[in-house]
């Protein structure tokens, strides 16, 4: 079993639309959890860190649950500019702030 | 702040030949720097951990004496892969935690990585 699972994509959807990533870790001893976003060819970045509470950002919302290791990314009123590759991520927790990436989901929007 | 650079961006040699890839922390200090390797449609595999001043931390499957990693200063890791082979070929990144940073244990800073292309 991969240590950070995603849904595999990709998603295509209309600008406006609402889309959803869902994301399992493996690891119940995980600190941290991340969704970063990547660009074809480019390094990814940090969209947002996810906490326990629940967050939001502007039109982005993640959600954590710990007892069940799902994290999830909602995304409000998608623009043709949020079309990447969104990847799930968990810290290891062994001593060295070890990142571990899902796979990604890849999202498409289109006009 | 916290950028990260890598040097250089493409690379592009023949089997057999060897590759240094240089990767800074411009505006901080880094203890620990992160190398990372990307196949086409992949996720990131973090191959090793970087400490200055100590040898580097390698993951299972990544061998030490194809991938050599120098971590000499506080800004400043180095990946080398030796005898580079076409299935080298990858887009390999780095990331530094800032030291002494209250939010390092959490974040990492990427480079915008190096695309291996090895004939």
């Known amino acids: 079993r991969k240590e950070v699972e995603q849904d595999p994509g990709p998603f295509n959807v209309p600008e406006g639309a609402t889309v959803a990533f869902n994301c399992t870790y493996s690891?119940?001893?995980?600190?941290?959890f991340f969704w970063y976003r990547q660009d074809c060819r480019k390094e990814p970045k940090l969209l947002m860190s996810?906490?326990?509470s629940g967050n939001e950002d502007g039109r982005f919302t993640a959600q954590l649950n710990r007892a069940s290791q799902y994290i999830s990314l909602l995304i409000r009123d998608s623009k043709l500019s949020d079309s990447a590759t969104y990847l799930c991520?968990?810290?290891?927790?062994?001593?060295?702030?070890?990142?571990?990436f899902g796979a990604g989901t890849r999202l498409a929007v289109h006009p | 702040g916290a950028v990260v650079s890598q040097h250089p961006s493409w690379v592009i040699c023949k089997s057999g030949t060897s590759v240094k890839i240089e990767c800074r922390s411009l505006d901080f200090q880094a203890t620990t720097m992160f190398w990372y390797r990307q196949f086409p449609k992949q996720s990131l595999m973090l191959m090793a951990t970087s400490n200055e001043g100590s040898k580097a931390t390698y993951e299972q499957g990544v061998e030490k004496d194809k991938f050599l990693i120098n971590h000499a200063s506080l800004t400043l890791s180095t990946l080398t892969v030796t005898s580079a082979h076409p299935e080298d070929s990858s887009f390999y990144i780095c990331s530094a935690t800032p030291y002494g940073d209250s939010r390092s244990y959490n974040e990492q800073f990427f480079g915008p990585g190096t695309r291996l292309t090895v004939l």
């Open positions: 690891n119940s001893a995980s600190q941290s």
């Open positions: 996810v906490y326990s």
């Open positions: 991520v968990v810290n290891s927790f062994g001593g060295y702030n070890k990142l571990i």
